[in-house]
């Protein structure tokens, strides 16, 4: 079955709204986010590559859904020092999978910003490079 994604949820959160972004904060993290799927409906590696040190980690989630992303980072969010999240994710860089379709979840906890994520152009998968090349 073909998920549809609302196309609204990348507004404000495009390459360019990225590019942007870094520029105006040029120091801070980012984390270039993807998924690795084997058979489809079969357990999926949701893999985060930070950036400035080429360090990949990643967990295994049961569904490829866009709650599953929600709840991964909500956990890293619970269990990390505040201090400790902040300063690694300060930017999430992925692609448009559906799975990542739900940005306000994945920025904000209750009433607070914790990371900021965008979404590369589609079929640009040269644009989050190192995640994709350690795939």
Request: net charge negative.
């Amino acid at each position: 079955k073909l998920m549809k994604i609302d196309k609204r949820c990348t507004l404000n959160h495009t390459y360019d709204d990225y590019e942007k972004f870094v520029a105006e904060n040029f120091d801070i993290q980012i984390i270039e986010m993807d998924s690795v799927e084997g058979k489809k409906g079969r357990k999926v590696l949701l893999t985060f590559m930070i950036r400035s040190c080429n360090m990949m980690f990643a967990f295994i989630r049961e569904r490829n859904t866009s709650q599953s992303v929600t709840d991964r980072i909500n956990w890293l969010y619970q269990t990390l020092p505040e201090d400790t999240y902040q300063s690694l994710f300060g930017v999430l860089l992925t692609d448009n999978g559906t799975e990542f379709s739900n940005p306000s979840a994945i920025e904000q906890y209750e009433d607070t910003q914790r990371t900021r994520v965008f979404y590369c152009d589609p079929y640009s998968s040269y644009q989050k490079p190192k995640v994709e090349n350690n795939h």
